[in-house]
């Protein structure tokens, strides 16, 4: 098996005084990729070009638009378009509202279009139309605490999605067969806290992620309205970091809900709690530092599939080293 890319890409930008700016990029890229699966070599060459331009309507309003256009081989796509806006509540940027919506497209992969067998070089790419609000904030108190804040809302709509389904003879293969309905949000809280020579920080993120089957052209297809499979509906991660001089300590957990295995959502994986932890120290000057790291992954030895009957690794420690040489300030 083998692949190969190449990237090449440009741009210019005009600044008119120091309320707008208007930005040209364009790039090509280009794919070649043989695998013992495929029938033979293929390559792929996507050229794009697109159009942004900003501008403050305030002082602490910011607006933009971008277009952009792709050129791909033996394939049409549509244009993708985005608009957006940044305000600030403050004029110290602390609390900061965002908003945009978009139209895009995702591009099929060769394995998806060219693997043998089952691939489809018919395929279209997948279409989205997005909607998107958050919420930020970013301060630091009088003792020096760091806190910051997101809250995001989001909604989409997805056409064509790519998906592989059995076929005659249990032959699986690649089509665009499902329009599906994204809603959810994120959100994260996190704080930094000095402590005399300690850096204390924690951080905590949740994400709800409703994604349900719209609309099916698989026949007798049970599906629609349910959760697409693989897809948490919550997620939630939680991280801790300490460091104290030259030791430095680390502790991170994640928590899934179940995830569904069958389209028609009977069948699933149980809800999922993990953790991982390290501890590390840090020896040497500016120029050159060694770094030795102790982890241990899934500390509570909790048995995790990543895909139905794909099990991953029960607790497992492992010792990280790492020796950095640099010949340039510490001020770089």
Not at 15 to 34: I, K, P, V
Not at 195 to 200: A, D, G, H, P, V
């Amino acid at each position: 098996n083998s692949a190969a890319m190449v990237i090449i890409r440009s741009g210019i930008s005009y600044r008119h005084g120091s309320r707008a700016e208007l930005a040209l990029n364009a790039g090509n890229e280009y794919y070649r990729a043989h695998s013992l699966s495929y029938g033979e070599t293929h390559d792929r060459n996507v050229f794009s070009a697109s159009l942004a331009a900003r501008y403050n309507l305030l002082t602490r309003l910011r607006l933009t638009v971008q277009a952009r256009q792709m050129a791909i081989t033996g394939m049409k796509a549509s244009p993708e378009f985005t608009a957006g806006a940044v305000w600030m509540l403050t004029d110290n940027g602390e609390h900061l509202l965002k908003g945009s919506i978009s139209h895009n497209i995702k591009l099929p992969c060769l394995n998806d279009m060219y693997w043998i067998p089952g691939g489809n070089s018919n395929l279209r790419p997948e279409r989205a139309n997005e909607a998107e609000a958050s919420y930020s904030y970013a301060g630091m108190t009088a003792a020096g605490i760091k806190n910051k804040a997101t809250l995001t809302l989001h909604a989409s709509s997805i056409d064509d999605m790519i998906q592989w389904i059995p076929g005659d003879g249990g032959i699986w293969s690649a089509q665009n067969v499902r329009s599906v309905n994204v809603r959810g949000l994120e959100s994260m809280i996190g704080s930094e806290v000095p402590l005399n020579n300690w850096r204390l920080s924690g951080q905590v993120n949740y994400a709800l992620t409703r994604s349900v089957i719209a609309d099916s052209e698989i026949p007798n297809d049970r599906s629609t309205g349910s959760q697409l499979i693989y897809v948490p509906l919550h997620h939630l991660n939680f991280n801790l970091t300490t460091a104290w001089r030259m030791v430095n300590a680390r502790l991170t957990a994640i928590y899934e809900s179940r995830r569904y295995t069958a389209s028609d959502n009977s069948e699933w994986l149980p809800s999922s709690f993990s953790a991982d932890g390290s501890l590390g120290i840090v020896i040497g000057k500016a120029k050159s530092k060694a770094r030795m790291d102790f982890y241990v992954h899934n500390i509570f030895n909790t048995p995790v599939e990543s895909i139905r009957n794909y099990p991953m690794p029960l607790r497992t420690f492992g010792l990280r080293m790492a020796i950095t040489f640099s010949n340039k300030p510490a001020s770089e």
